[in-house]
C-alpha cells in the first residue's frame, strides 16, 4: 500500500443536498454534497448566486429543499 486516505461526508436520506434559503432571512445553505460537492458545488454556486442577487432559481431546485419529503427515503441508510 503506497498511500491511504479516508474522511467522512454529510448524507441527506435521500442522497441529495441541501440548498434553500433558511427562515433566517438572508442567511442561505449550500450542504450535505453526499460526497459529490467537487462535481456539483460550481453548478450550485452559481444557481445560488443568481437566487441571492434576484430572489429567482435558474433551475427548479424543489429538489433541495429544506422542506422536501425525506419520509420514505433511505439513501443514507444503505
Known sequence: VLR???GSYTM???GNPIVDETSVPGF???VAMC???????PA???NMAQ???TGKWAYDMSEFSFNR???SKTEALK
Open 4 to 6: 491511504q486516505w479516508a
Open 12 to 14: 441527506t436520506p435521500d
Open 28 to 30: 442561505y445553505v449550500s
Open 35 to 41: 460526497g459529490h460537492g467537487f462535481m456539483l458545488g
Open 44 to 46: 450550485l454556486g452559481k
Open 51 to 53: 437566487f441571492m442577487t
Open 69 to 71: 419529503n425525506f419520509s
